[in-house]
């Protein structure tokens, strides 16, 4: 698999990442640690160099990570995310200086390692100046116990204040062919800053696959039963973008899937996609999108078939809205 360097930090990583969240937060029931392992391993062998865990997906998740990262430590990139009081998503946000340094702490004994070569501000306090949170991450850096300093979901102003601070090199936000609001402000200024753009549920939390409709049933433990975009009316107005993505993906002897992923890699050479699964064959066609070039005319056809199916639904309730673009 090709490698992409995340802006101007030198980092070099797959084109195509591991998100990890999904192994055992978000979606229902935990995959067991030997399935987690040996997915996360088979990414390795397909060529996979960047792996995205957090604290707040609970200790298991990092701790499978490091496990299964292990014997090839000193070739991949490892992410994590510290920013949740007790690294709670639900109990509201803590990204004072001791906090980060203990989630730091905390974070490298889970992962196994002696350093966390991304470690991102999982969403934006505003209790804490974003001065001091870059100044807190700069200081583990300088200690060699962080490689990169990173933000998720963050605004123009709290990227550019930081990375005044301390470069930032690389943003995680939502970015997809169903949520595209990063193009107008982030990635302009992105590009500016010379700042990498690592988008997560680079498939619309799985819609764009095409696996789901509004008759999918998701598990009572699944986040996205909350989401007003996967309400089953929301599901199947929105299924005319599938629809239209598979049309184009049969002619280019692809699947929806891949064409998504394919898309976001064209976008800009600083992007590198983290899509989640817990299915080897679903790694797999994910992966397979690394192969998939598109020209202009794919392009233009698939600008078409967004402009012509457009997405019902809010992608956050209106409490977790107030999380993002701080």
């Not at 350093?115 to 804490?128: N, T």
């Not at 064209?266 to 817990?278: F, L, N, Q, Y």
Request: hydrophobic share 45%; with cysteine.
């Amino acid at each position: 698999m090709q490698k992409r360097l995340l802006g101007n930090s030198g980092l070099a990583v797959s084109s195509i990442g591991l998100g990890c969240m999904g192994l055992s937060h978000g979606y229902g029931p935990a995959t067991g640690s030997g399935e987690a392992i040996k997915l996360i391993r088979a990414a390795v062998e397909r060529g996979v160099t960047l792996f995205d865990t957090a604290e707040a997906y609970g200790e298991i998740n990092e701790q499978v990570v490091g496990a299964a990262l292990a014997p090839v430590r000193d070739s991949v990139v490892i992410a994590t995310k510290f920013g949740f009081r007790e690294g709670d998503a639900h109990a509201g946000l803590d990204s004072r200086p001791a906090r980060i340094r203990e989630v730091a702490e905390a974070s490298l004994k889970r992962l196994g390692t002696d350093r966390i070569d991304l470690f991102y501000q999982h969403r934006v306090d505003p209790a804490v100046p974003i001065e001091e949170v870059a100044g807190a991450v700069g200081d583990l850096i300088r200690a060699g116990k962080v490689g990169h300093f990173g933000l998720s979901e963050a605004g123009a102003e709290t990227i550019r204040r930081a990375h005044a601070v301390q470069p930032v090199a690389a943003l995680q936000s939502e970015y997809s062919l169903w949520w595209r609001e990063p193009e107008s402000e982030i990635l302009p200024l992105l590009e500016e800053l010379g700042i990498g753009f690592v988008p997560f549920s680079p498939l619309g939390k799985g819609f764009l696959t095409g696996a789901i409709d509004e008759h999918t049933a998701f598990d009572s433990g699944d986040f996205r039963n909350s989401v007003p975009r996967f309400a089953p009316a929301a599901r199947k107005a929105n299924q005319a973008l599938v629809e239209q993505l598979a049309r184009i993906a049969r002619a280019k002897g692809a699947t929806p899937a891949q064409i998504a992923l394919a898309w976001l890699l064209a976008r800009k050479p600083w992007i590198v996609p983290i899509p989640g699964t817990t299915k080897l064959h679903r790694l797999e066609e994910n992966l397979g999108a690394a192969d998939l070039v598109l020209g202009a005319d794919d392009l233009a056809q698939i600008e078409h078939a967004v402009a012509a199916s457009p997405v019902r639904g809010a992608r956050y309730s209106a409490q977790r809205q107030q999380l993002v673009g701080r």
